[in-house]
């Protein structure tokens, strides 16, 4: 049986960027949710520019893409929000901080950026991942830092020995909390 790895996380946390350097150190094919909803057209409708994916339709294209003797890579941050057959579902997480200089950086509206930080501030990702996915079955890997440090982590969650990358122990409690009161 092949191990079906899912990596998400709100945009700017590093799936795609880790999915690819994972794929190649481990010869993992890598499926990524945008490309499959861009591809197979599988959107309701556009929204400020931005697709609007079906999440029933990419559910469906996502399940059928899946071999079952074969190691896989999902990336998508579509992906906390539906359950598929994963092993293992990694919640990429950055300090807010630096998430809104990566995602300014990329050119993001105030209102998109704001609106990314909040949800990784608010932890949604992990939230919605527990929510659809059994305990055991999900895990956090911090992308605040170095790359390589954090593909070791993804990579010792794929081979199997991630029990420290449980969700529970990375919070950006404080982050949120000068936030709200607008310290900068
Ligand atoms: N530790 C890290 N892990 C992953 N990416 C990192 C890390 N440190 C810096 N980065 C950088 O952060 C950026 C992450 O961009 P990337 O496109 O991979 O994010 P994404 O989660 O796929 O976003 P989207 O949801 O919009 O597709 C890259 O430029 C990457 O080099
Ligand atoms: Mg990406």
């Known amino acids: 049986m092949g191990m079906i790895m899912a990596i998400t996380g709100v945009p700017g946390t590093g799936k795609s960027t880790l999915a690819d350097l994972l794929g190649e150190r481990l010869g993992w094919e890598v499926l990524k949710a945008n490309d499959l909803v861009r591809e197979r057209r599988l959107w309701t409708k556009k929204e400020r520019g931005v697709l609007v994916a079906d999440m029933e339709k990419l559910a469906r294209a996502i399940a059928s893409s899946i071999a079952r ?3 896989m890579i999902l990336e998508g941050h579509l992906i906390c929000d539906i359950r ?3 092993d293992a579902v990694v919640v990429l997480r950055t300090n807010p901080n630096v998430l809104r200089k990566r995602l300014m950086a990329r050119g993001y509206s105030a209102k998109k950026t704001d609106e990314n930080v909040m949800a990784e501030a608010l932890d949604y990702c992990t939230i919605r991942a527990e929510g659809k996915y059994p305990r055991g079955k999900v895990y956090e890997v ?8 954090s593909l070791l982590s993804i990579v010792a969650i794929a081979k199997g020995k991630g029990k420290k990358f449980f969700p529970g122990k990375i919070s950006w ?3 949120l909390e000068r ?3 607008g310290v900068k």
């Open 69 to 71: 003797d074969k190691d």
């Open 84 to 86: 598929i057959k994963a």
């Open 142 to 149: 911090d992308t605040t830092g170095s790359l390589n440090r």
């Open 173 to 175: 409690r404080k982050e």
């Open 179 to 181: 936030e709200a009161l």
